[in-house]
């Protein structure tokens, strides 16, 4: 009689989503899992939790809405988490007007986009360019849970070459002058290429571009949804799943050293605990998986680009436009000095070492998509959300004064949200049981000493394209490294990025390959 084959082995590296959606998919596959995360919670930057000492209002402080992760994966996953779409797709404050965007009624969002562009077609603009990265998005978001195409091949997909060439090949502030002649819905546009990037739109490296493609082509649509009960729902569904499955999830593990000889690696704890196991599925950064296996790496680093920052309001300010109320303004994205002239004037400031004197900014506010994130009692007061993501404020400008810094670039968040404004923004803060105001800002430094995320960078490094740009590297899952038994799972993985679980189940996928289950 054979001998029976021993049980395969994994650690993982980081407890985000998608570590947990890799434990899980290894768990069930008869793999024997084993998790460390360095922080006392699991879920990563996809956990909830309430900031604000005596305010019982639970924030997703870091990630805020869902797109990119497959509802195949969901169903695959078994997990259950409820996702609203919002109709107000934004609203961009202009003068004492202002552009509605309005996804349950056209007609409306035509009327509003004539009566601020003074262009009869600016609509039939608007609509002829969404449908082009809906066709984009149809082709491409059922490929991120296959093995990766060549470039070639996943053109051909799309099949229409005009559409490739303007959003793939070609920088992004060309499509956009060429769709609309109107700074405001240029702009508007490009924000979707700008989310924890710093990059110009014209920048011949392309980054807007392939952050642009990946915040359209999530779900096949583009849509970013809520998620309810904030996005601890998703990372706590995906906790059960891991836990059910089998994995052995341990919090406050940080892991302080990997070594990898081809055939078995070897995790080592800052307390003293060590894991051995048949492979490696790292949930962290690139550069911190370099630094754990005694790595020099990129001595710049990746960067990030943005100031978070989390609100809650006694109730929503009021708006200088008569014709939308403040439920409307914030229910979806509410653009803040986000013209495309605003984000070039803002780069170069940035790019200079000054903090713009104009922040571009965008808020939206959760608890109207879903109060169940406010206590009862503060919902019945009108108590609400706002999370506000500032642009072009790179990890930079921190560096040599944070927090002088970072009280600055706060100020003048807060001022680009005053200007469009008809009260000022702290008028509306609620304030907790100590007096303070309910508010909290997030510097990229501040996210690389709390989330581990090198230079604050939400994307772990910068976005790759979805599809294999070394032909040798067709095929494969685009989650491995140098060495054969140690795999990236987290968003610095090609077709990694926001909170999708896509590289915790390519990682999966391609571990079960190595390990011929």
């Not at 739109?201 to 809520?226: E, K, M, P, S």
Request: charged residues 25%; aromatic residues 4%.
């Amino acid at each position: 009689m054979p001998a029976a084959r021993a049980q395969p082995s994994a650690v993982i590296v980081g407890g985000g989503h998608n570590g947990l959606v890799a434990a899980t998919l290894l768990a069930r596959a008869g793999v024997r899992v084993t998790l460390l995360e360095r922080r006392a919670t699991l879920g990563g930057a996809t956990a909830s939790e309430a900031p604000f000492p005596g305010v019982d209002v639970r924030l997703s402080r870091y990630a805020y809405l869902v797109s990119l992760f497959p509802r195949r994966l969901m169903r695959e996953l078994g997990i259950d988490v409820e996702l609203r779409r919002r109709r107000i797709s934004s609203y961009t404050p202009a003068g004492d007007g202002g552009l509605l965007v309005d996804a349950g009624d056209p007609a409306r969002t035509a009327a509003s986009m004539t009566a601020l562009t003074g262009d009869p077609r600016a609509h039939e603009r608007w609509s002829a360019f969404h449908a082009g990265t809906a066709r984009l998005a149809a082709a491409i978001e059922p490929t991120l849970l296959e093995p990766l195409p060549t470039r070639a091949a996943l053109r051909e997909r799309v099949g229409d070459d005009a559409l490739w060439t303007a959003l793939i090949e070609r920088p992004l502030g060309e499509a956009l002058e060429a769709a609309f002649p109107d700074d405001v819905l240029r702009g508007i546009v490009l924000t979707d290429g700008l989310v924890g990037t710093f990059a110009g739109a014209h920048d011949a490296d392309l980054r807007q571009n392939r952050c642009f493609l990946y915040h359209v082509i999530g779900g096949g649509t583009g849509d970013w949804d809520v998620p309810v009960g904030g996005m601890g729902a998703l990372s706590s569904a995906l906790e059960r799943a891991a836990r059910a499955a089998g994995a052995e999830l341990h919090t406050g593990a940080e892991v302080t050293a990997i070594d990898s000889d081809d055939a078995r690696v070897r995790v080592t704890c800052a307390d003293g605990a060590v894991h051995e196991a048949d492979q490696l599925l790292c949930g962290a950064a690139p550069a911190v998986l370099d630094r754990l296996l005694g790595r020099s790496g990129d001595a710049a680093g990746p960067e990030g680009a943005q100031l978070k920052v989390n609100m809650v309001l006694s109730r929503l300010p009021r708006l200088r436009d008569a014709d939308v109320t403040p439920d409307e303004a914030f229910a979806g994205t509410f653009h803040a000095n986000e013209r495309a002239s605003q984000f070039a004037a803002a780069h170069e400031q940035a790019s200079a070492g000054r903090i713009p004197d104009v922040v571009p900014c965008e808020v939206y506010c959760h608890s109207l998509s879903d109060p169940s994130i406010v206590a009862p009692a503060l919902r019945e007061q009108g108590v609400q959300t706002l999370t506000c993501f500032a642009f072009h404020l790179p990890a930079r400008l921190f560096r040599a004064d944070h927090d002088a810094a970072k009280a600055e670039a706060l100020r003048r968040t807060l001022a680009s949200l005053d200007a469009v404004l008809a009260e000022p923004i702290e008028d509306c803060l609620l304030r907790a049981p100590d007096g303070t105001p309910c508010v909290e800002a997030k510097t990229p430094l501040e996210l690389q000493d709390e989330l581990d995320l090198p230079g604050g960078n939400i994307f772990h490094r910068d976005l790759q394209w979805p599809f294999a740009e070394d032909e040798a590297r067709a095929g494969t899952w685009g989650t491995e490294t140098d060495l054969p038994n140690v795999r990236l799972c987290g968003a610095g993985a090609r077709r990694g990025g926001g909170v999708s679980g896509v590289p915790g189940h390519n990682a999966a996928r391609a571990t079960l390959e190595a390990l011929g289950r």
